[in-house]
């Protein structure tokens, strides 16, 4: 069992910048993903990263703004979002999985999920 936990999430103008964190409770040989849900809106995929941090992937909607990156060393996953736009606004929530399938939702192949941060950003 693996416990995540997210931090880093609050309220920030349109065009600014924010980074997540999520804490694992053990290390994971798994894939990391940072995920989001707009009130209203189904949970989408946001930003991947494999194990060995040689695959990466973004949504397009994030793509060239959010950048995953991983600490194995602190068993800690972190989300840079820069740019932020007014849709961003969403509980964002990481997760871990042995095969993820970044574009099958709703579960995306996770096996674990933290409880969320939120992200508010003001037009």
């Known amino acids: 069992q693996v416990q995540l936990v997210e931090s880093g999430g609050g309220l920030v103008q349109a065009g600014g910048s924010l980074r997540l964190s999520c804490a694992a409770s053990a290390h994971t040989f798994s894939s990391m993903g940072w995920f989001r849900q707009a009130p209203g809106k189904e949970r989408e995929f946001v930003a991947g990263?494999?194990?060995?941090?040689?695959?990466?992937y973004y949504a397009n909607s994030v793509n060239g703004r959010f950048t995953i990156s991983r600490d194995h060393a602190k068993n800690t996953v972190y989300l840079q979002m820069n740019s932020l736009k007014p849709e961003d606004t969403a509980v964002y929530y990481c997760?871990?999985?042995?095969?993820?399938?970044?574009?099958?939702?709703?579960?995306?192949?996770?096996?674990?999920w933290g409880k969320g941060t939120m992200v508010t950003v003001s037009s």
């Open positions: 997760a871990t999985g042995a095969a993820p399938r970044w574009n099958v939702g709703p579960a995306y192949g996770m096996d674990y």
């Open positions: 990263k494999n194990w060995a941090g040689t695959s990466t």
